[in-house]
């Protein structure tokens, strides 16, 4: 279709492109008909179209700016003025019903603000009462003087006291919120709860207590009252301790304090009610072991430093670690030992020798009696059996000499003089088994009896003798005398059979001694 008339005329009019700044444009800018936004304080963005030389507002996004109607006189009688600045008398103060920018002239009245805002405001000074529904400050807010507040005060930001007193005689101080609540001192200074009745701390997840140096508990009674499981741990060191302080001027932390750990439950059945117990976790060359320590004794008294009881039996384990190495078990002391059944009558501490002393009404019981390789079983002089009752005492030997090379015509000491008790009434048996380097691989036997008719009138008496030959006089001699380092004494045997003795045996049994009887 072809256009209109009014459509072919506002096609040859040119278009205007609105313009965009910041507060009412000036009446000297743009032409009739121009649009333009401006951003205005209070009013958002205002729309405004240029229209009688000046310009209206017609739209806003926010409140309406206010307007300014211009009366001028009848076009007869009147010249216009267009510079507001080519009017008279603008610096007369003739209307006192206005407000001075200059602020010399003093309200009269209540400035009714109309629900609207006073901003830019440097310093409020006022004699009366500031009231307020809402007080806020982009900057720092002081106050000079005492402030007194009726009601609730809500800071949304931070509030920073010098010095702060609450008085809850009114009402309780409550400090609560969705961001953590801190106390923190600087420098040297504490932070003291003081409280006349309980004090309760109330705590929905972990409670935390970092201290740096020592934390005191200064309280003659501490009760933790827990319903569930309570669990003590830390990264470093725990000590629990009692110093003794007792206060009097003696100087010294002298009172008699007690540390108890007590279990107190009844239930009815056969539980573990203390529980001490390390673990190293597997960790290489680990070592996490147990102490339980009495230290720095001046002088022993009467009592124990450890004293374990139980009327429950007491089970003492060493177990094979991790590895499968067995672990020892090391009981030692530097007085004497006291192992015994029976009351405090039948098993006493004996303080004359530090040996270890076994007590027993009823007799002491070996399962098995173990000697090491080249070591004693009873390693001492003052040993003394009154009887042994046994089907099967073997292996009994009191001395015994062995050797891979004897060669003929040397001997073999078994018994040196210093031991052989050559004293009237004294008997020995002496075993011997030799093999010859060379020759028969059989072994020979010969069994030998010495007494003592007096310490200088010994005898060897030959009993078996399953000798090499006939030509063989291996025997056993027994000579009186201390040893020497060139001649032992005391009980020999001497090889002669002709040739070297490559395997050589002997023992020696003390049948009886002369103070035996």
């Known amino acids: 279709m072809p256009l209109t008339r009014e459509e072919r005329k506002l096609l040859h009019q040119k278009s205007k492109q609105p313009t965009f700044g910041v507060n009412k444009p000036d009446a000297r800018e743009g032409h009739e008909g121009d649009i333009a936004y401006r951003r205005v304080e209070g009013s958002g963005t205002v729309q405004y179209v240029k229209e009688n030389g000046d310009w209206t507002a017609i739209a806003s996004s926010g409140k309406m700016p206010k307007s300014r109607n211009i009366i001028t006189a009848p076009s007869s009688s009147r010249t216009a003025i267009i510079d507001h600045g080519d009017l008279a008398g603008l610096g007369n103060d003739n209307h006192t019903q206005y407000l001075l920018i200059s602020g010399d002239r003093a309200m009269t009245g209540n400035l009714n603000m109309g629900s609207q805002s006073i901003i830019s405001v440097v310093n409020v000074t006022a004699s009366g009462t500031v009231q307020a529904?809402?007080?806020?400050?982009?900057?720092?807010?002081?106050?000079?003087?005492?402030?007194?507040?009726?009601?609730?005060i809500t800071v949304d930001g931070e509030a920073k006291l010098d010095k702060t007193t609450i008085d809850t005689a009114d009402g309780k101080f409550?400090?609560?919120?969705?961001?953590?609540?801190?106390?923190?001192?600087?420098?040297?200074?504490?932070?003291?709860?003081?409280?006349?009745?309980?004090?309760?701390?109330?705590v929905g997840n972990n409670y935390e207590l970092d201290v740096v140096r020592e934390c005191i508990w200064n309280t003659p009674i501490t009760t933790w009252n827990n319903s569930n499981t309570f669990t003590l741990t830390s990264l470093g060191n725990i000590t629990i301790q009692t110093d003794g302080t007792d206060g009097d001027s003696s100087g010294n932390d002298d009172a008699s304090n007690t540390i108890l750990i007590k279990n107190s439950n009844s239930n009815n059945a056969d539980f573990i009610g203390v529980h001490i117990k390390t673990d190293s976790q597997g960790a290489p060359n680990a070592h996490n072991d147990i102490l339980i320590e009495c230290d720095n004794v001046a002088a022993k008294g009467s009592t124990f430093g450890v004293d374990i009881r139980s009327e429950n039996n007491i089970r003492i384990r060493s177990e094979n670690n991790n590895s499968g190495q067995s672990t020892a078990l090391l009981m030692r002391a530097t007085g004497p030992i006291d192992l015994g059944v029976g009351d405090a009558s039948t098993v006493t501490q004996h303080t004359t020798n530090d040996r270890v002393k076994i007590h027993g009404t009823n007799g002491i019981e070996f399962a098995t009696l173990y000697r090491a390789s080249g070591s004693t079983a009873i390693n001492t002089t003052d040993a003394t059996f009154d009887k042994i009752d046994t089907l099967n005492l073997v292996r009994a030997m009191t001395h015994k000499a062995t050797s891979s090379s004897v060669t003929n015509g040397s001997y073999v000491s078994i018994v040196n003089g210093d031991n052989d008790d050559n004293q009237m009434g004294t008997v020995w048996r002496v075993t011997i088994f030799y093999k010859l380097a060379s020759g028969s691989s059989s072994g020979y036997f010969q069994i030998w009896h010495c007494y003592a008719s007096l310490s200088d009138s010994l005898s060897v008496v030959?009993?078996?003798?399953?000798?090499?030959?006939?030509?063989?006089?291996?025997?056993?001699?027994?000579?009186?005398?201390?040893?020497?380092?060139?001649?032992?004494?005391?009980?020999?045997?001497?090889?002669?059979?002709?040739?070297?003795?490559?395997?050589?045996?002997?023992?020696?049994?003390?049948?009886?001694?002369?103070?035996?009887?």
């Open 462 to 517: 030959s009993d078996i003798n399953v000798s090499v030959s006939g030509s063989d006089t291996s025997a056993v001699t027994w000579e009186s005398g201390a040893a020497t380092d060139s001649d032992p004494k005391g009980i020999k045997w001497t090889n002669g059979t002709g040739s070297t003795v490559s395997t050589f045996r002997a023992s020696a049994l003390k049948i009886q001694g002369a103070s035996d009887f």
């Open 133 to 152: 529904e809402q007080l806020t400050s982009t900057d720092d807010a002081q106050i000079g003087d005492d402030l007194t507040v009726f009601g609730d």
């Open 174 to 202: 409550t400090a609560s919120g969705a961001n953590n609540i801190e106390l923190t001192t600087t420098g040297t200074h504490d932070i003291n709860l003081t409280s006349g009745q309980d004090l309760d701390v109330g």
